[in-house]
């Protein structure tokens, strides 16, 4: 995970990630969090792939995943991953979460993305759904799933109104695709089951069962997602090395 970019102390990381150092240690004890660099003085260097791989964990938490199933989870990623890569499973995941905007005043903000925000970039972040305004101008609401992901758009020249229509497409298309899912499980596994009378035990070990797969579910939808999105940015070099194929 090395390379450029920013390197962070166990004590920056935990504060940036909004965890205890504790808590830190213990996802590395279990594996969940790759082991930092040796910096001068063999101190532990933490990197933007640490972060994105904490907030996907937190994410993850929130959704109401165990500890085991974030395991598995995590277990599938790339090793090579990247942060971009890791802010945009996280983002997808809080697609389909219930709302849970934290209050954070500016100043907090900033802490947290760990840069000055003018007033143009605190209107992409709304734009993108990664904070939502108060009667306060200084008090925000934040959404704490789609923040890392909006704070590393912010660079990318993409016009306020596309943020706004990328977002009302992937939140409707999210949507639609939980509800497919959710009626299909229903219909085809949960309701036979449930009218075969079963013993109340093995009713709870299928809701356990039913536990575990919704991260897979989770995984593959977001794998799925960012296959299709990576095949539909190369068309257009594609046809345009074919234009210049044609033009030579």
Known sequence: MGGAGPRFTVDELAARAGVTVRTLRFYGAKGLLPPPELGPRRVGLYGAEHLGRLELIEE???????????????????????????????????????????????????????RA??????????????????????????????????????????????????????????QATAHD???LFRDTVWRPYRESAPEPAELERMKELTDR???????????????????????PREEAGREDGQSA
């Open 213 to 235: 797969i919704q991260p897979m579910v989770v995984q593959a939808l977001v794998t799925a997602f960012q296959r299709s999105l990576a095949e539909e940015l190369a068309r």
């Open 181 to 183: 899912l959710h009626r």
């Open 60 to 114: 993850l938490q929130r959704q109401g995943l165990t500890l085991a199933a974030i395991e598995r989870y995590l277990a599938q990623l790339p090793q090579d991953i990247g942060e971009l890569d890791l802010a945009i499973h996280r983002a997808l995941v809080a697609s389909w979460t219930p709302e849970s905007a934290e209050e954070a005043s500016r100043a907090q903000l900033e802490r947290r993305t760990g």
């Open 117 to 174: 925000l003018s007033d143009a970039e605190l209107d992409r972040l709304a734009a993108m759904g990664a904070l939502h305004r108060t009667e306060d101008p200084e008090v925000f609401k934040v959404e704490p799933g789609l923040l890392p992901l909006g704070v590393r758009v912010l660079d990318v020249p993409i016009p306020l109104e596309t943020l706004v229509a990328a977002r009302a497409v992937v939140r409707l298309h999210s």
